[in-house]
């Protein structure tokens, strides 16, 4: 668009200009419009983040400059000591395991090996219980005090250096076995137990519960 023609369409709207502004289009030629910056354009360059770089960053802070923190906490800087902390929290002794699974219905008792191979695997119907008599208070002691001597019998005593005791389930066997163990015929196993667990199944959602039997 020349500079004739701007002033052209300038007049035409005189109307809406003020007098002063008004005044001086015909001698003022129009200004060029001023850019919003006048700094060079410069492209980003991207950066190299591939994995190298961010392994080759991780294994550069662990040989670290010694910060103040090395005051608080006594040999920080030397990372060479806790290397191997976390396997050696992890790693599992070499010891036997008793599992004693007690429901409402049966009592099941389980010795096995540190690899969890089985040696005895017994439940209240091996010993003669039947039906609703396997899952009794009685059933369960006699089945731990059966088992108990038939580790003597079969020469376990002496493989067995530490033994962990597995519970699992809240059914009458439960108790019974920690007082069969706890009395005269555990005798022998209860020095050789270094730990107690529990292995209780808990249940988070799943399938919609059985509704509980209405009696009356």
Same mark, same amino acid.
């Given at each position: 668009? =020349? ?5 052209? *369409? ?6 809406? *200009? ?10 003022? !030629? #129009?200004? !060029?419009?001023? +850019?919003?910056?006048?700094? +060079? ?7 190299? @983040? ?10 550069? @802070?662990?040989?670290?400059? +010694? ?7 006594? @040999? ?19 010891? /036997? /395991? ?9 009592? /099941? ?16 119907? @091996? *010993?003669?219980? $039947? ?24 020469? #376990?005593? +002496? ?12 059914? !009458? ?8 163990? #706890? =009395?005269?015929? =555990?005798?022998?196993?209860? !020095? #050789? ?9 808990? $249940? ?13």
């Amino acid at each position: 668009m =020349g500079h004739t023609t701007a002033l052209r *369409i300038c007049r035409s709207l005189q109307s809406s *200009i003020c007098a002063a502004c008004r005044s001086g289009l015909s001698t003022t !030629p #129009l200004s !060029p419009r001023r +850019p919003f910056s006048t700094s +060079p354009r410069a492209f980003a360059v991207a950066k190299d @983040n591939g994995i190298d770089n961010l392994l080759g960053a991780v294994g550069g @802070n662990w040989g670290r400059a +010694p910060t103040a923190y090395d005051s608080i906490v006594p @040999n920080a800087g030397e990372l060479s000591e806790y290397k191997n902390i976390a396997r050696a929290e992890w790693e599992e002794e070499e010891r /036997h /395991h008793l599992h004693v699974y007690a429901h409402k219905h049966n009592t /099941h008792i389980t010795l096995t090996k540190p690899n969890r191979d089985s040696l005895i695997s017994v439940s209240c119907g @091996n *010993i003669g219980f $039947k039906k609703a008599g396997r899952g009794t208070y009685d059933a369960a002691y006699q089945l731990a005090a059966f088992v108990m001597s038939r580790i003597q019998d079969k020469g #376990l005593l +002496p493989q067995i250096q530490k033994l962990e005791v597995v519970y699992r389930g809240f059914g !009458p066997g439960r108790e019974a076995v920690t007082k069969a163990i #706890l =009395g005269s015929e =555990g005798k022998k196993i209860r !020095p #050789l137990i270094v730990k107690l667990s529990d292995s209780t199944r808990l $249940k988070f959602g799943g399938t919609r519960s059985k509704k509980p039997r209405r009696l009356g």
